[in-house]
């Protein structure tokens, strides 16, 4: 059990120790987008009956930290340890896979909640927020950033190259994060795109996690549950094969 836990808290220490970049940027990355947005269409773009515009920001860019962040933190990790060569020290421990997977999802995790913490604290103050459902802000929080840490360690795993990298998060997980219903309700969308919202697991994400707070949504937190938790399972175990069989990390 100490071998893991040795890994993950490895991990932790790594993007704590740097903590100025790896969670105070994001969050005033967040209240910008708040700023702007909020003040810009807060007084143009109703939503949600008795819920302004800035309300129903908050929670879509919390989850927007969590997700980016997650995915940050064990793809950045494994892809510095491949090009550095550092990665060998720990290929010469007797971990295993299993271990691997949940020393940086878990690390991903850590850093996803801490930096949504963060920017939930910071953005509470320009706008009432209610708690209707805490269970299911919880729940998602967490899914939502195991989901993107673990895609974050095939990620990892898979590029070479800090390009490649930079390529996996700006046409993968940028776009479906924009695309999933942060800054707007999908049913203000044409019926093609809101169709095709419905295929972008990420706005499950968002969707559950906003239902926990304001008690409304587009779709069902059941149906957003089931989606995310076999996205998860799915991701899963493509990560823990990749890292069975040494992918790209054993000659």
Avoid at 50 to 77: D, H, K, R
Avoid at 164 to 178: D, E, G, K, L
Avoid at 203 to 226: E, K, N, T
């Amino acid at each position: 059990m100490t071998g893991w836990q040795t890994l993950l808290y490895k991990e932790v220490l790594r993007f704590w120790k740097v903590s100025f970049q790896t969670v105070a940027a994001p969050v005033l990355t967040a209240l910008l987008y708040l700023l702007i947005f909020g003040h810009v269409l807060s007084d143009r773009v109703k939503v949600y009956d008795q819920i302004s515009y800035t309300a129903f920001l908050v929670p879509g860019l919390v989850m927007m930290s969590v997700l980016q962040n997650a995915f940050a933190n064990s793809s950045s990790s494994l892809i510095q340890s491949k090009i550095t060569g550092n990665l060998v020290f720990v290929l010469l421990t007797p971990l295993s896979h299993w271990s691997w997977f949940i020393a940086y999802v878990g690390a991903s995790v850590a850093r996803g909640l801490c930096v949504g913490l963060g920017v939930f604290i910071v953005t509470v103050w320009f706008t009432h927020v209610s708690f209707a459902a805490p269970l299911w802000i919880l729940v998602f929080a967490v899914l939502g950033a195991g989901m993107l840490g673990t895609l974050g360690v095939i990620a990892g795993l898979w590029a070479e190259k800090f390009d490649q990298m930079a390529a996996f998060q700006n046409f993968i997980v940028m776009p479906m994060t924009f695309l999933s219903g942060v800054f707007y309700s999908i049913h203000s969308l044409p019926e093609f795109w809101q169709r095709v919202s419905h295929l972008n697991p990420f706005f499950y994400m968002i969707d559950g996690f906003r239902y926990g707070f304001f008690g409304v949504s587009d779709v069902s937190p059941w149906l957003s549950l089931a989606i995310v938790g076999t996205a998860m399972l799915a991701v899963s175990a493509i990560a823990v094969h990749l890292l069975r069989i040494g992918y790209k990390i054993r000659g």
